[in-house]
């Protein structure tokens, strides 16, 4: 079980925002050849009107409104054979909003409930290299807005390239259909990929990422980010963090009460952050974020963070 509260409060203006979880993750062994795992897990988060301490507002209408996440999934792993391994999965989750402190935005929320179910298989050809096949099942039930469903079939496949990178990634096709009275039917791409090097003082990756997701506002989203990190470990007791990410939320038109919703956002991150240990339990150190996002019907907004932090380490090490 694990738990994480986090608030950040600004000296003037636009409020606070607050963020909390708490997981479980429960996994058993059946026997040599079968395991499952269970986890659940509870999100609250109320959405500063300019930033949010743990993660990016992309869509424009949850800016400033609290949202409550529980979600539960259940994991069962099969080895068939020493080269073969086969899963089975199923997921719900359930987002409701509450009030919004911000004004003018607009859109009326609708709380949904999401199922999903998976499958996947992968066969081992040697010992650098995995190949398989998935396939994955959604479907979305909102409160006002049309339902929708996706079906995801794609490849996957890792290879270690050298004692130092390895690749990973997916590619498949992504159907989803919204009901209602202007039900349609879409086909996109959807591909994912991970390039990281493990130096003995270095650790390097790189990812990209696109895939559909439900929204409390209407149709489904498609999501696009790209991603680079670089830690740096510069001596025995202390390291160095650098990220950089762009990220693209966008959706196909939708409208209620006679006006359009905001459905385009694009956001640039990129942070810096140094952590020296000062004892075997605690750690100290600065860091810095710069962000810009733009939000369709909106002017662009950027922002500036310093942070000083402190850890400590509880229980047995």
Partial sequence: MQGEYSRE???????????????????????????TTLTANYETSNRAVVDDPNRVVTDPLNIGRRTRTLMGSYQLQWQASARDQVS???????????????????????????????????????????????????????????????????????????????IDGHVGMVFSHIEGPFAKSTSSLGAGINLCGEYPRTHVCFKFNRDTQPSGYGPLRTMTSID??????????????????????????FSTAGAPLLRNTKLFLGSADYDRDITERVSAGFGGQYKWRSLSGFPDARSYTGTIHLRAKLGRI
Avoid: C
């Fill in 9 to 35: 409060a600004y000296l003037n203006n636009f409020g606070y925002s607050d963020s909390g979880t708490i997981g479980l993750i429960r996994t058993d062994r059946l026997s040599q050849y079968l395991s």
């Fill in 88 to 166: 089975y999965g199923a997921q719900i989750s359930h987002l409701s909003y509450g009030k919004s402190r911000a004004a003018g935005l607009g859109g009326i929320p609708s709380n949904y409930t999401q199922y999903g179910a998976d499958a996947s298989y992968n066969h081992s050809l040697d010992a650098r290299t995995t190949v398989g096949a998935q396939v994955t099942v959604s479907a979305v039930r909102s409160q006002f807005y049309p339902d929708s469903r996706t079906i995801q079939p794609a490849l996957t496949a890792k290879r270690q390239l050298t004692a130092v990178w390895a």
């Fill in 228 to 253: 680079g990190q670089i830690t740096q470990r510069l001596d025995e007791h202390s390291r160095i963090k650098v990220n950089a990410e762009f990220m693209r939320d966008s959706s196909g038109s």
